[in-house]
């Protein structure tokens, strides 16, 4: 099986998959890390160099051929990677989706602790801009977001709880 887990940036949908993946014993797969990898950069030198838009389309391939390649993978994927192309929709083909729905101040308190730099679309917010950009983003992205065949809302979240979620 594949899991997908969906979400706004610091939902934690990297730390949670990688242990629901050793739960599992399954691949993990971190969306971000595998196109760093594939493409010798990093997500900021990526929209530094191609912007957003090229970024999307390297994502969507990035996508495809994990769903081509895994059988047995939890996948972490970006917070945008649901609303581009037919993200959404091949996820749903291809395994189980599960967005992880976190309140913004959550968010904001976990983002404010990390590194903005390695986040092109936070990089060199203050606080405030913070909190509008992340409340105005979750408004947009909300539409694909619940189009998951699951959700969480809320942490914390257990391990054992997913696994309940998706009959484990
Ligand atoms: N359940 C949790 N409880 C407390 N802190 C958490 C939890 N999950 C994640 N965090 C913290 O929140 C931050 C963001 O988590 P993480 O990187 O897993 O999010 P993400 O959804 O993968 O974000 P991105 O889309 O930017 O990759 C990290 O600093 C992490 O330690
Ligand atoms: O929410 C987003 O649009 C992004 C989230 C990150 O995981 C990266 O995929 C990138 O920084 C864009
Ligand atoms: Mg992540």
Same mark, same amino acid.
């Not at 739960?23 to 594939?38: G, P, Q, R, T, W």
């Not at 970024?55 to 390649?69: G, P």
């Not at 291809?94 to 308190?109: H, N, R, S, W, Y």
């Given at each position: 099986?594949?899991?997908?887990? %969906?979400?706004?940036?610091g939902?934690?949908? $990297?730390?949670?998959? /990688? ?23 990093? %997500? &900021?030198?990526?929209?530094? !160099?191609?912007? !957003? ?11 495809? @051929? %994990? ?9 972490? @994927? ?18 189980? $989706? ?6 913004? /101040?959550?968010l904001v308190?976990?983002?404010? !602790?990390?590194? =903005?730099?390695?986040?092109?679309? =936070? &990089?060199?917010? @203050?606080?405030?801009?913070? %909190? ?10 909300? !539409? ?13 979240? $257990? ?10």
């Amino acid at each position: 099986m594949l899991i997908f887990l %969906i979400g706004m940036m610091g939902s934690g949908k $990297t730390t949670l998959g /990688k242990e629901l993946a050793a739960e599992l014993n399954y691949s993990f797969v971190d969306l971000d890390a595998f196109i760093e990898e594939k493409e010798g950069r990093t %997500i &900021a030198e990526i929209f530094a !160099q191609q912007g !957003q838009q090229g970024f999307r389309e390297l994502e969507h391939k990035a996508l495809q @051929t %994990i769903v081509a390649n895994y059988s047995q993978a939890v996948v972490a @994927t970006g917070g945008g990677a649901p609303c581009f192309f037919n993200n959404i929709q091949l996820m749903n083909q291809a395994g189980e $989706t599960i967005f992880l729905d976190v309140p913004i /101040k959550m968010l904001v308190q976990r983002l404010s !602790q990390s590194d =903005l730099s390695t986040r092109p679309l =936070l &990089a060199g917010k @203050t606080q405030s801009e913070l %909190i509008s950009f992340l409340g105005k983003t979750l408004a947009d992205r909300r !539409q694909f977001y619940v189009q998951a065949k699951h959700l969480v809302a809320m942490p914390p979240y $257990t391990i054992n709880a997913l696994l309940k979620l998706l009959l484990l």
